[in-house]
Nanobody
Framework: VQLQASGGGLVQAGGSLRLSCAAS?????????MGWYRQAPGKERELVAT???????EYADSVKGRFTISRDNTKNTVYFQMSSLKPEDTAVYYC????????????????????????WGRGTLVTVSS
């Protein structure tokens, strides 16, 4: 499975960005829950948003109300609309997936190891200036 995140860049605090994550053609993301993760400098990678097969979503408290995860199964793509960006949102953002029937709330609480845990791709860098 190849996952490619894109759409990152340099933005001022308060600005917006929309990230995309596309999977290789052989990957059927529609049957999986998807997640956006981020890794800030010097910190561990963390799950910040998830969307289930049915479209239920859940977010980390740090991004709730500012970021929105969505998916287009016809395009095998998941999106991450980020608004009201803060300098602390600066990180490399990745996507990944999990074949699970867990609820969005359970995924965000238990943070199961994603399926492609050994193939994260390069991610996309988001830099928010103050």
């Amino acid at each position: 499975v190849q996952l490619q995140a894109s759409g990152g860049g340099l933005v001022q605090a308060g600005g917006s960005l929309r990230l995309s994550c596309a999977a290789s053609a052989r990957s059927h993301l529609s049957v999986n829950s998807m997640g956006w993760y981020r890794q800030a400098p010097g910190k561990e990678r963390e799950l910040v948003a998830t969307i289930t097969r049915s479209g239920a979503t859940e977010y980390a408290d740090s991004v709730k109300g500012r970021f929105t995860i969505s998916r287009d199964n016809t395009k095998n793509t998941v999106y991450f609309q980020m608004s009201s960006l803060k300098p602390e949102d600066t990180a490399v953002y990745y996507c990944n997936f999990k074949g699970t029937s867990m609820s969005a709330t359970s995924i965000m609480r238990d943070k199961p190891t994603p399926t492609a845990f050994d193939s994260w791709g390069r991610g996309t860098l988001v830099t928010v200036s103050s």
